[in-house]
């Protein structure tokens, strides 16, 4: 194999000829009830800004719109060194990040530690003491026999929390597998400080932060047309800055009106009451049969956690009561809910052989299943079907605050495995605003989705210093314990 070049990248252009009648039938029914059309598209889009509004009212709405007290966007001029604790569902992220006086530059230094199994349904004092030993380790390892100032620190804490101030957070409900005792309803903050001082480590906590928060304030950081962060992986999330006076929620404070702070929107709730978005009776199973039916309608349609399960459903239904596909294979492997997720239709998307020989063998490895050719042409229509609606509707979030903020042109940050991982996913989503928010063909799109920086880290450090910056200000609005930080 000598002198051939570089490889192309393999094309393929499909083909339906071979497919029977019948799964052609099958198939133009998916496309039916998967395809979500401009018109839906704007509706949707209409009453996403509706929710945001609502979300924002005293009396709230499905959209719970959290107010952050993040207080404007960072201006890439942010100094000094801040540690960050991003808190997932199956690591510890320690990092410390040094912002330099170049804009928009920054260092980071960092270390993983493994969440143990039994930190997750154990006792809320092993949990802070877990974390408050890897700060220490983290600290003891980077800065061996020196004698350190106390370190402003931003922590990632990214499970629904309510918050009156930027260094507190009630815990709404436990995410993630974790169902710890004693902790939701409660403010996490003195239980990880008391940790922290009892080790008498160098730390004060400046930012408890959600990571869809840290994505916006990373990505404006090294980027000013940031003005949107989004996640789209396991869940679906976004955030952005508002002005004081539309938040009738904080009337009581009288900010000034132009004032800006961010909205975390936890926006997966949008729709819980089922008014717009187009469900098949698939997504009423996925809702059905989660552990909280009713809730997060928007995210079943859209995140990586369900789009697998989707699939998973139409494929079980169309054998065992359609007798359409797997004719005489056993499929109990196929029936376990879960069994698959977005990496499986990923994969299928990305087979680029005529024959999608890979789909096949992917099947047999995974189900114990042999799909015929049009079996598999099905099942590779069906992908990209579930595939293209989530992309499609990702955007009516992002379609929705553009045209409540009135902005014409900016970035979007986005994060999240299905963004960065699911083919065709950015592009999808970007035709999908074009459709939305009718702009021209042939020109650049004005409103742009990017690769986000990193919001649990470089963001939580970030929003750290703009806190400290804010209290050497005097500026202490939604900031409870300023002593000892500057």
């Not at 960072?74 to 060194?81: A, C, R």
């Not at 939701?184 to 869809?212: C, M, Q, S, W, Y």
């Amino acid at each position: 194999m000598v002198g051939l070049g570089p490889r192309k990248p393999p094309s393929r252009k499909g083909s339906m000829a071979d497919v029977p009648k019948d799964l052609l039938e099958q198939i133009k029914e998916l496309e039916r009830i998967f395809t979500v059309d401009k018109a839906k598209l704007k509706e949707i889009t209409d009453h996403f800004g509706d929710e945001l509004a609502k979300g924002l009212s005293i009396e709230g709405g499905n959209i719970p719109m959290n107010v952050t007290w993040v207080m404007g966007f960072p201006d890439g001029y942010e100094t000094g060194t801040y540690l960050a604790l991003d808190m997932g569902g199956t690591n510890l992220r320690v990092c410390e990040i040094n912002l330099p006086e170049e804009k928009g530059e920054f260092d980071i230094t960092q270390s993983k530690y493994r969440m143990p199994d039994e930190l997750r349904t154990g006792k809320a004092e092993e949990l802070w003491d877990y974390v408050a030993d890897c700060l220490q380790q983290f600290i003891e390892y980077h800065h061996e026999g020196e004698e350190l100032a106390k370190m402003p620190l931003g922590f990632t804490f990214s499970y629904p929390v309510t918050q009156e101030y930027i260094d507190h957070g009630i815990l709404q409900r436990w995410t993630k597998g974790f169902d710890i005792e004693g902790v939701e309803g409660h403010d996490v903050v003195p239980p990880f400080e008391a940790a922290v001082a009892k080790r008498g480590l160098p730390v004060k906590l400046a930012a408890l932060i959600n990571d869809t928060t840290g994505t916006l304030v990373a990505s404006a950081y090294t980027d000013d047309t940031m003005k949107i962060g989004c996640i789209f992986g396991t869940g679906c999330n976004g955030a952005y800055m508002e002005n004081c006076g539309s938040i009738p929620k904080l009337a009581y404070l009288n900010l000034p009106p132009e004032t800006p702070i961010a909205i975390n929107c936890e926006y997966g709730a949008f729709d819980n009451e089922h008014v717009v978005l187009p469900l098949t009776s698939y997504d009423h199973i996925v809702d059905s049969e989660s552990p909280r039916p009713g809730q997060q309608a928007f995210e079943k349609m859209i995140a990586g956690l369900y789009l697998g399960e989707l699939f998973r459903l139409v494929l079980v239904d169309l054998h065992e009561n359609k007798n359409a596909i797997f004719e005489g294979q056993d499929i109990s492997k196929l029936k376990k809910p879960y069994t698959l997720d977005s990496s499986f239709l990923s994969q299928i998307e990305e087979d680029p052989y005529e024959n999608l020989s890979e789909t096949e063998d992917l099947f047999h490895k995974q189900l114990g299943i042999k799909p015929n050719k049009p079996e598999r042409e099905l099942c590779r229509r069906l992908a990209e079907l579930i595939g293209t609606r989530a992309a499609r509707l990702s955007a009516c979030g992002v379609a929705a605050i553009c045209k409540k903020k009135n902005i014409e042109s900016c970035h979007v940050g986005a994060d999240g495995s299905v963004f960065n991982k699911y083919p065709h996913f950015k592009a999808r989503g970007a035709q999908a605003l074009r459709e939305i928010l009718d702009w021209p063909a042939g020109k650049p799109d004005p409103v742009e989705l990017r690769a986000a920086e990193d919001g649990s880290g470089v963001g939580a450090a970030v929003i750290a210093a703009l806190t400290t910056k804010r209290i050497k200000e005097g500026n202490l609005v939604g900031i409870k314990n300023h002593e000892g930080m500057v």
